[in-house]
């Protein structure tokens, strides 16, 4: 088994700051799912829509953090690092869609 290359020569840039604050994300959608399960006796089946949507998107940002590493140790080896701007807008757009869902789940 060989070593692995790093890809760039400074552990503390930007990339490892970026995959830690993704997992804070996804430990957060994560922990919301799970408190969103212990409102069901309140608020029935909507309770479990809240969590699948939580769930879908820690998932994705599981899926995504090893790509997301590699692009930006790439960016910094070439000079040019460019924002997710994909990843911030799913994120922001789910974060609206849970915000609609638990009005709906209130009011209904």
Do not use: N
Not at 27 to 56: H, K
Not at 79 to 94: F, I, K, M, P, Q
């Amino acid at each position: 088994m060989r070593p692995t290359v790093p890809l760039h020569a400074d552990p503390g840039l930007q990339p490892e700051r970026t995959v830690l604050s993704w997992g804070r994300t996804m430990l957060l959608f994560s922990l919301v799912g799970a408190v969103f399960l212990r409102w069901m006796p309140y608020y029935g089946l909507w309770t479990v829509g809240l969590t699948a949507v939580c769930a879908l998107v820690a998932g994705g940002i599981y899926l995504t953090q090893k790509l997301r590493y590699s692009r930006q140790s790439r960016g910094i080896a070439d000079g040019r690092v460019e924002a997710d701007v994909s990843a911030v807008l799913a994120t922001t757009c789910a974060t609206i869609a849970l915000g609609v869902m638990g009005l709906l789940a209130v009011l209904a």
